[in-house]
């Protein structure tokens, strides 16, 4: 894992593909090759996370790909006191990755429906992406060497997304709500040049972007 500086902040240059925790406890690893039907997966996914408990996973289980794409975890792996990131690095806020859309220069929108506000960042993903791996006519420019991919995600009962694949890409963050939203995250979900602010159920599988903390950055 590289560092980048992208303006004022300092990101890594791929997923985070650790499967132990920074003390060195393992981060439970579920393969799904080892499941006869994707529901079987799903629903010990689900347990895991009902129960709060940390779980991670490759998509389809896929070893090989591991140091490329990096490893899917649910919330409770993501943001364990353990910690996952390294050492002077953390799980980003929703405001990290504002910072960083505003920096690109996106143009923000509000979307109003009956039921909620939706903010979307127009206009600035595609210097994140990487120029090879998401469909036609979605692929990036990478001018700042992100490597933003479209990997999908998995969803709250641990239900594999394939539509996402090579059209999305959804991360973590440590913006937690409290009760009675305390199932609930804001997180990033990237989808065409856009970067629209999600509210993820934390049983949900997604990736994770290391940034490095203010404290090591005045170091």
């Known amino acids: 894992m590289k560092a980048i500086r992208i303006g004022e902040q300092i990101w890594a240059d791929s997923n985070l593909a650790v499967t132990k925790f920074n003390n060195?406890?393992?981060?439970?690893?579920?393969?799904?090759?080892?499941?006869?039907?994707?529901?079987?997966?799903?629903?010990k996914w689900?347990?895991?996370?009902?129960?709060?408990?940390?779980?991670?996973?490759?998509?389809?289980?896929?070893?090989?790909?591991?140091?490329?794409?990096?490893?899917?975890?649910?919330?409770?792996?993501?943001?364990?006191?353990?910690?996952i990131c390294p050492d002077g690095w953390v799980i980003p806020t929703i405001n990290d990755w504002i910072k960083l859309a505003l920096y690109l220069k996106a143009?923000?929108?509000?979307?109003?429906?009956?039921?909620?506000?939706?903010?979307?960042?127009?206009?600035?993903?595609?210097?994140?992406?990487?120029?090879?791996?998401?469909?036609?006519?979605?692929n990036g420019t990478d001018e700042y060497g992100f490597n933003l991919q479209a990997l999908g995600n998995i969803g709250s009962l641990g239900d594999w997304r394939p539509i996402y694949k090579f059209t999305s890409m959804s991360f973590w963050t440590s913006s937690d709500y409290e009760f009675p939203y305390d199932q609930w995250v804001d997180t990033p979900f990237f989808?065409?040049?856009?970067?629209?602010?999600?509210k993820g159920l934390k049983h949900s599988g997604y990736h994770v972007r290391c940034i490095r903390s203010e404290c090591s950055l005045k170091q």
Request: hydrophobic residues 30%.
């Open 24 to 43: 060195g406890d393992a981060i439970p690893l579920m393969d799904p090759k080892e499941f006869k039907q994707d529901w079987r997966f799903g629903k």
């Open 107 to 138: 143009s923000e929108h509000l979307e109003k429906t009956e039921y909620q506000e939706t903010r979307i960042f127009k206009g600035f993903s595609s210097k994140l992406k990487s120029k090879t791996g998401w469909d036609e006519n979605l």
């Open 46 to 83: 689900e347990k895991y996370s009902d129960e709060r408990k940390p779980v991670c996973t490759l998509y389809k289980g896929e070893i090989e790909r591991r140091t490329r794409e990096g490893v899917l975890y649910n919330w409770f792996a993501a943001n364990d006191e353990r910690g």
């Open 191 to 198: 989808v065409d040049d856009d970067m629209i602010i999600n």
